[in-house]
């Protein structure tokens, strides 16, 4: 690595046969990555994060790792498997967005970990048309110390509804960087109820990036569980572009020890009379850090838009800490907008009315959390997957109470 930037000295990336696009995205992205540097927490998008660590882009495998075998939630899974192993499409019959005939997605690699993702991801799974007759589960999976490139485009047809869940996790204890990038594009009248969870192992560092184009009278259901990583980054752009387009947005995060999980979600109203709900809830304990920033911005087109957001954080140990940032930027005159954040601990007031019902301490601060996360996990649209969610989630505070962590 050099002083001002990063210079790729391994070879591009074998097995792939790029279309001209691909190819040309690639060319562009190695020549830009020699001009970027490292992020900084000066700059807004990137304000409270620490980078303290070199991506090793040079380390990008030519080929997958050892996939691993169904878990318990892949084999209670009724639908389409597609596994991604380190960056590589492991599912026979699935396409590679790195052969389509036209670029798949209008992400600007503007950053220097988006750019690397432009210049060396192998080619994102490309799920679309009867593979969304049934609901598709994609297992993106990282197995092993490299610096990885995993992409997922999702193809929506017109007057169609989808349903695909993404899980992003590690199969190994190994140290890694992972930039994922999942895209998806909701044709007219179209639905897609869309759930991510980020379940990587506590020594990865992932900087995510996803964006969700919405077309006219289409709707988008997401839900968002963060749990693992050391760093787990996810910067989430959903563009309201066709008139009466729709979003409801749920996520729910859980940092420990000393992870940080970062969240930089824009809602961006183009077209006119769409709709944003965002809802977002998390809890940080240990010396973990969560970072929300929120953005509502209604272009002058976007005449009778509704978008809310609100952020709810609890904060379970001294050395934990939650930082809060809704904003709005509205360009258009008639609209109805409204933001709300707050960071705290448990309700005190909460405890003593359990406790007075038979509760002890500790079991009336762990309904408290229970209770605090059901508020999003009952609106994700997979329901069988509430069950999982609810476990780890309860099992990260108990486990901290018995251990005396908060």
């Not at 360009?331 to 907008?337: G, P, W």
């Not at 933001?339 to 007031?349: A, F, I």
Request: glycine content about 10%; proline content about 4%.
């Amino acid at each position: 690595m050099s002083p001002q930037g990063f210079e790729l000295t391994a070879p591009a990336i074998s097995g792939t046969n790029d279309a001209a696009w691909m190819a040309s995205r690639r060319t562009e992205a190695t020549s830009r990555l020699a001009e970027l540097s490292m992020p900084s927490e000066r700059e807004e998008i990137w304000r409270y994060l620490d980078l303290d660590f070199e991506p090793s882009f040079d380390s990008a495998p030519s080929g997958a790792g050892s996939a691993a075998g169904a878990d318990e939630m892949l084999e209670s899974w009724e639908g389409t498997v597609v596994t991604v192993v380190d960056g590589f499409i492991a599912t026979e019959g699935v396409d590679s967005v790195s052969i389509a005939p036209s670029p798949t997605d209008t992400v600007a690699g503007t950053d220097l970990f988006s750019t690397a993702y432009d210049a060396l991801a192998p080619g994102a799974a490309f799920i679309s048309g009867e593979m969304l007759s049934d609901p598709v589960f994609v297992d993106v999976q990282g197995t092993n110390g490299a610096t990885t490139f995993p992409g997922v485009h999702v193809d929506v047809p017109a007057g169609t509804e989808a349903s695909v869940v993404v899980r992003y996790r590690s199969t190994s204890d190994a140290e890694s960087v992972v930039v994922p990038r999942l895209t998806a594009e909701v044709g007219d009248n179209a639905r897609l109820a869309l759930t991510v969870i980020q379940d990587w192992n506590y020594a990865t560092r992932a900087m995510g990036r996803a964006v969700i184009n919405l077309g006219r009278d289409s709707g988008l259901t997401l839900s968002e569980v963060g749990l693992g990583a050391k760093i787990g980054r996810l910067h989430l752009d959903v563009n309201f572009i066709g008139r009466g387009s729709w979003a409801k947005i749920y996520g729910a995060y859980f940092g420990e020890d000393d992870q940080t999980l970062d969240y930089r979600y824009f809602m961006n109203h183009i077209g006119t009379n769409t709709r944003s709900d965002m809802f977002l809830k998390g809890a940080v304990e240990d010396d973990a850090l969560s970072v929300f920033t929120g953005m509502i911005r209604i272009e002058t087109s976007g005449q009778k838009t509704e978008s809310f957001q609100t952020n709810r954080n609890l904060i379970l140990s001294r050395g934990a800490a939650a930082q809060s940032v809704p904003n709005l930027e509205i360009l258009a005159n008639d609209v109805k907008c409204g933001h709300g954040s707050s960071v705290g601990p448990l309700d005190q007031d909460q405890r003593y009315y359990l406790m007075s019902r038979g509760l002890t301490p500790e079991s009336a601060d762990r309904l408290q959390v229970r209770g605090f996360f059901e508020e999003v996990i009952s609106h994700i649209p997979h329901k069988g997957l509430a069950p999982w969610m609810r476990e780890r989630i309860n099992t990260k505070y108990i486990t901290a109470q018995e251990e005396g962590r908060v």
